[in-house]
T-cell receptor, first 114, second 110 residues
Framework: DSGVTQTPKHLITATGQRVTLRCSPRSGDLSVYWYQQSLDQGLQFLIQYYNGEERAKGNILERFSAQQFPDLHSELNLSSLELGDSALYFC?????????????FGEGSRLTVL | QKEVEQDPGPLSVPEGAIVSLNCTYSNSAFQYFMWYRQYSRKGPELLMYTYSSGNKEDGRFTAQVDKSSKYISLFIRDSQPSDSATYLCADGGATNKLIFGTGTLLAVQP
């Protein structure tokens, strides 16, 4: 158990809809990362937050947004969903803000868009 | 060209075999190199972490980095069925992004 909690574990929705994925980092970790994993693209970095502030951005679509709250949990919002958004979404946390060091991953949220 | 390239496999070996997993990277700014292991339906977990060129050993696992050729390898000795998983190489640099390879699926047959 990594100590990172993600909900929901599975989500099935329709195209055009909006969903919110939630992540609670390990106790004491200030950085939260979001990754998308699909069969053809592998694990793609989306965005990082450190202590409530956006720290780095990857290949995150404009339809996606994220935030980190004062209690350090994070949410990833996916809107106007398309079939191609079906993937595993992982949250990871670490103690670091810059040099990432070890990332601790949750078990992921599997999103299926029909 | 992807920043980190990895053969997706699958790779199937008999129990006890030596396994070699490889990645190449293109970004000279990468400063540290990691191997993550991901079991089916689980999140990735860190296996090995190194900053420098050369070898680093941890039990049955050896990570090798050659910065001059931008090549990283993971060797598994005396492979076990419990080693069956997807192995992801990951590289990072001055930015906060950790770039992952697509992963190699390994199956160790008993």
């Amino acid at each position: 158990d990594s100590g990172v909690t993600q909900t929901p574990k599975h989500l099935i929705t329709a195209t055009g809809q909006r969903v919110t994925l939630r992540c609670s980092p390990r106790s004491g970790d200030l950085s939260v990362y979001w990754y998308q994993q699909s069969l053809d693209q592998g694990l793609q970095f989306l965005i990082q937050y450190y202590n409530g502030e956006e720290r780095a951005k990857g290949n995150i679509l404009e339809r996606f947004s994220a935030q980190q709250f004062p209690d350090l949990h994070s949410e990833l919002n996916l809107s106007s969903l398309e079939l191609g958004d079906s993937a595993l979404y992982f949250c990871a946390s670490s103690t670091h803000s810059g040099d990432t060091g070890e990332l601790f991953f949750g078990e992921g949220s599997r999103l299926t868009v029909l | 060209q992807k920043e980190v390239e990895q053969d997706p496999g699958p790779l199937s070996v008999p129990e006890g075999a030596i396994v070699s997993l490889n990645c190449t990277y293109s970004n000279s700014a990468f400063q540290y190199f990691m191997w993550y292991r991901q079991y089916s339906r689980k999140g990735p977990e860190l296996l090995m972490y190194t900053y420098s060129s050369g070898n680093k050993e941890d039990g049955r696992f050896t990570a090798q980095v050659d910065k001059s050729s931008k090549y990283i390898s993971l060797f598994i000795r005396d492979s076990q069925p419990s080693d069956s998983a997807t192995y992801l190489c990951a590289d990072g640099g001055a930015t906060n992004k950790l770039i992952f390879g697509t992963g190699t699926l390994l199956a160790v047959q008993p």
